[in-house]
């Protein structure tokens, strides 16, 4: 007699089974089929109206295209709708329907989704709205279960966002409801504007009102709290970004797929075409998160910086105080033993100048101060946009009075002459690093003609007709972000703007670091300094000659 070995018979089991459960669902889908298309008949016409006033309010009309794309379309319509017994059911009209406990939407995903029911059931809809136990507010107030798409919670596109936004104020501008809801607070009381908010139309364009008005440790959005509770600007604008953490919330193939790209393992093309065509958010989208990029083509500010280029500039900018250190402290050893001359004033530094030296000062200074604050996320990051945005703009002004000036007569000083530039350059370098030690005469004193000597002209022409008018057009496309242009180079266009403003900052934080320190190389540690307070220029005539 032949037998049949235990694997081969758990195999036959396992495809019976299978095959079993493959009939049992094709007949449910189709069974749900047949009894949505009765429901749809008459759902799906736009012309539906109520037969009674006592119904006119309920959402009659549901679109079918909208219904077959949402994640119920398989379910059967009577597994949440029952009629009460005893009446001719759905065959009457208006309909009569009975609410028991398993139709409601926690009896199904109570126990999968039971994070989510339980934040809801701890948000200030239930605590604030329901505390009278008359069950006013549902997840049919936010949900509605014939259009409920997934994905739409940590991976929202631009028409969720709004959409999103859109239930939250259908109800938080309609007067009458929200004061009935809200315990008597009127509408204008509340500020759905966010005008406090920097960039506020930028954060509601891109934002969910639930990204930061569910609590804080809440991953799944759904327990919302009080505004006062609100998520803070730091919790979002930080290496720990709460955005970030709420991504991983649901994680899914395509995104657990699309950390693979780029590892030289497979196709990458392929998969990307593979993973694309599953829909939602597109691979080399993923591909940039995976990497450590909240968002394609944006950059925000202290969550998405580069750790590895904040360390380096730290490290130059450390270094270079050391040397800078060293080298003063030698000079100030040095100059004990130096012998003092005769004292000489010349004016060279008109009013509008000093006016404009002294204003551009205070706006590098700020807005460096003000950006370090932002870049690492410390204090209050609203109140920092705000100064950063307003010293910002207020250079743009201070930069088109030194044109002004420049323009009026004081421009020359600025125009590099090229012959001889290279042995005034040799020379000049040679007094900074040997000369100033042995107390010679500096190789050029500033005059009516030439108020620079050649290191100077250089590093204050790159400074004010480069850097500063790049750091004006970057800051002001950070500030109206829509007119960034999607691609530059050929790389997102948002990010490489906000790196560049970033590196061109670190830059005019090197060149601030030298220029005060070579305030103090006139013929006394505070010369230069006086000569930009009353305009005159002091230098010692060491020969004893006028």
């Not at 364009?205 to 919302?224: F, K």
């Not at 100033?436 to 007709?465: T, W």
Request: with cysteine; glycine share 8%.
């Amino acid at each position: 007699m032949k037998t049949i070995s235990m694997g081969k018979w758990l195999g036959h089991l396992l495809r019976s089974l299978s095959l079993l459960w493959l009939l049992t669902l094709s007949h449910g889908a189709l069974a749900a089929e047949v009894n949505n298309s009765q429901c749809l008949s008459c759902h799906s016409d736009s012309d539906i109206h109520a037969v009674t006033s006592d119904n006119a309010g309920a959402k009659l009309f549901i679109a079918e295209e909208a219904y077959q794309e949402s994640v119920h379309a398989t379910v059967p319509c009577v597994a949440c709708h029952q009629s009460e017994q005893g009446n001719a059911g759905f065959e009457a009209l208006p309909h009569t329907q009975t609410t028991v406990a398993t139709n409601s939407c926690e009896s199904c995903h109570g126990l999968v989704q039971h994070k989510i029911t339980n934040a809801w059931k701890n948000s200030v809809h239930i605590s604030k709205i329901d505390k009278d136990g008359k069950n006013k507010f549902s997840c049919e107030s936010c949900h509605d279960a014939h259009t409920m798409q997934c994905s739409v919670i940590t991976k929202p596109t631009v028409q969720q966002v709004a959409s999103s936004n859109a239930l939250c104020t259908d109800c938080h501008t309609r007067a009458v409801e929200y004061q009935a809801l809200s315990g008597g607070k009127k509408v204008t009381e509340q500020d759905l504007t966010h005008a406090s908010i920097p960039n506020a139309a930028l954060h509601l364009g891109s934002l969910r009102c639930i990204d930061c008005h569910a609590g804080s440790n809440d991953l799944t959005l759904h327990n919302i709290v009080p505004a006062k509770e609100s998520v803070s600007c730091n919790q979002c604008h930080s290496d720990e970004s709460i955005l970030v953490q709420r991504r991983h919330f649901a994680p899914t193939e395509q995104n657990i797929a699309g950390s693979l790209l780029n590892q030289g393992l497979f196709d990458d093309k392929s998969l990307q075409n593979k993973l694309n065509s599953l829909g939602g958010i597109p691979a080399q989208q993923e591909v940039q998160w995976v990497n450590g990029s909240l968002f394609k083509n944006s950059y925000l500010i202290g969550a998405n910086g580069d750790v590895r280029l904040d360390r380096a500039i730290m490290w130059l900018a450390t270094a270079l105080l050391l040397i800078l250190a060293l080298h003063g402290l030698l000079r100030l050893v040095i100059s004990k033993t130096q012998s003092g001359g005769q004292w000489h004033k010349t004016y060279l530094y008109t009013l509008p100048v000093r006016i404009w030296h002294w204003l551009n000062a205070l706006c590098f200074i700020l807005l460096l101060i003000s950006g370090v604050a932002m870049h690492f996320s410390q204090g209050e990051l609203a109140t920092w946009a705000d100064l950063h945005n307003i010293i910002g703009l207020t250079l743009c002004a201070v930069w088109l009075l030194f044109i002004g000036v420049n323009l009026l007569g004081n421009g020359h000083h600025y125009v590099v002459k090229l012959n001889g530039l290279l042995g005034r350059l040799l020379r000049q370098t040679r007094y900074y690093l040997f000369g100033i030690f042995r107390g010679e005469v500096h190789p050029e004193h500033p005059s009516a003609q030439s108020k620079f000597n050649p290191l100077q002209q250089l590093g204050y022409v790159g400074v004010m007709y480069l850097i500063v008018p790049l750091l004006i057009a970057t800051g002001l496309l950070m500030l109206y972000p829509e007119n960034t242009p999607e691609l530059i180079f050929g790389l997102p266009g948002k990010q490489l703007v906000a790196y560049t403003h970033y590196l061109l900052a670190a830059v005019s934080l090197l060149f601030l670091l030298v220029h005060l320190y070579l305030c103090t190389t006139g013929d006394s540690l505070t010369a230069l300094l006086k000569g930009m307070l009353d305009g005159y220029h002091r230098h010692k005539d060491k020969n004893g000659n006028d």
